[in-house]
């Protein structure tokens, strides 16, 4: 055998370091060195040289007789090679049996802190989320249509990714990328029906949530498709919404203001300012002095002749048009709308500057404006909570809100006969279909207008 193994101590007792020695006269060598093992010496001394006993105490000290085996082992079998094994391979060799469970636990944990570090870096749906919302608000990402999104746009976004991470909670799971599929999709709208949220808010967290998952696949973060299968789908009613008739539009011009504060004045001329130019409160809560154009046109005007009679005499007058010029701040579109003469009233009050108030406080100051003026009448309105339809009366002046404007501004241009398409060039809608759902008239309106347009039916 050419490994030995000794103690360098002359104390026959206690532990010390265990040395092996490496002998061949074949190869001319004799290296001795520590193996880095403590060992009971008299224990060690005492069963090392017989095979039975060494067997005994392999038993009750496994980890230590493994080690001493291997290498021993290693060391004989290294002598085979033509070329005899160095010190400094000696060394190494010894070390790696020794040390291997310090060697195999340190590789462990650098593997595991390379897999954190990895998915400490890796993209998830949630991160994603974070850096979406944050780009959206600060201008990095933009709409389809290359613009920043608009404050009302914004906060919707950010009202529906806030229900999301509360699904989470409630469900103490974190979803990922992959997790997004019909499951999540049934799970996620019963969350939100039990929370009583209407048939289109529901629709708009999904469609938000889709919009996450498709720019999140454009960028390369996932490769799962389910969010796009037609069941997965945000869904979304046509509910009925009030308009105003020109008569409540005027007992609301009449209110005695002396009865509200200066707020609610300027609440109810901004909202009609909303009615005449049949705009979005982004757009009609954000109007400027600079906004307003003015252009001359030549009008025909004609009179009996005095000097002739039965003759007409006519000529031509300049008249001066002011009409709005704004891009809206939703899709981009840009829009002339010509003021007409309550518009007009209501600008020159404020020299064309008109004041700017938040949306919630002309909500709020709208309603107890139109309460004022009498707008009390029950309406029938339907809506659809938690995933059921339901029926109910309200006070009229309830509904109103700053949406009103535009819906209202929309039906009555319908009424006065406005070509559908002159309609669109004013509201700044890109089809009849969605304009269609802005216009708010009942059915006597339209027996009135058909009456008052076509002969057919007098």
Not at 78 to 92: D, F, Q
Not at 123 to 130: A, E, H, P, Q, Y
Not at 324 to 331: S, Y
Request: hydrophobic share 35%; aromatic share 10%; net charge positive.
């Amino acid at each position: 055998m050419a490994t030995s193994f000794f103690f360098m101590t002359k104390n026959e007792k206690g532990d010390a370091p265990l040395f092996v020695r490496l002998q061949s006269r074949k190869h001319h060598i004799n290296y001795k060195m520590t193996t880095n093992l403590i060992v009971n010496v008299k224990e060690f001394e005492d069963n090392h040289s017989e095979t039975s006993k060494w067997r005994k105490y392999s038993a009750k000290n496994s980890a230590l007789c493994k080690k001493v085996d291997a290498i021993a082992d290693a060391l004989d079998n290294s002598l085979e090679n033509e070329k005899p094994i160095s010190k400094t391979e000696m060394r190494t060799l010894i070390d790696s049996i020794v040390y291997a469970e310090a060697k195999e636990a340190a590789e462990r944990r650098k593997q595991e802190k390379a897999l954190k570090e990895a998915e400490a870096k890796k993209m998830t749906l949630n991160k994603f989320i974070v850096k979406y919302k944050e780009e959206v608000e600060n201008g990095g990402r933009q709409t389809e249509q290359g613009k920043n999104y608009s404050p009302s746009s914004v906060k919707a976004i950010r009202g529906a990714l806030n229900q999301f991470e509360y699904f989470q909670k409630e469900k103490k799971r974190t979803y990922d990328f992959k997790d997004i599929d019909m499951e999540f999709y049934y799970a996620y709208t019963a969350y939100l029906k039990k929370k009583e949220y209407s048939i289109n808010s529901i629709g708009k967290c999904i469609k938000i949530l889709k919009g996450v998952m498709a720019a999140a696949e454009s960028e390369g973060y996932h490769n799962n498709h389910i969010f796009k299968d037609r069941k997965f789908k945000g869904a979304r009613v046509d509910i009925d919404s009030i308009y105003l008739t020109r008569e409540e539009l005027d007992k609301m011009m009449n209110v005695d203001m002396s009865k509200l504060s200066p707020g609610h004045e300027q609440a109810r001329d901004i909202f009609m300012v909303g009615v005449w130019t049949a705009q979005r409160v982004s757009d009609y809560n954000n109007i400027h002095k600079e906004d307003f154009k003015t252009l001359v046109k030549n009008v025909m005007k004609e009179e009996p002749d005095p000097e002739n009679p039965g003759q007409m005499r006519a000529w031509i007058e300049k008249e001066e048009v002011t009409y709005l010029n704004i891009r809206q701040q939703k899709t981009g579109a840009k829009v002339s709308i010509p003021c007409n003469s309550q518009l007009k009233a209501i600008l020159e009050k404020y020299d064309y500057q008109m004041p700017h108030l938040e949306d919630q406080v002309i909500n709020r100051y709208i309603k107890e404006v139109a309460k004022e003026a009498g707008l009390t009448d029950k309406v029938e309105v339907e809506t659809t909570k938690g995933g059921t339809p339901k029926k109910e009366k309200k006070a009229k002046y309830t509904l109103i809100h700053t949406h009103t404007a535009r819906r209202t501004g929309a039906t009555l241009m319908y009424l006065a006969g406005m070509d559908v398409y002159d309609i669109m060039k004013v509201t700044g809608h890109s089809s009849p279909v969605m304009l269609k759902k802005y216009i708010r008239a009942d059915q006597l309106d339209v027996v009135t207008k058909l009456t008052d347009k076509y002969d057919y039916f007098n």
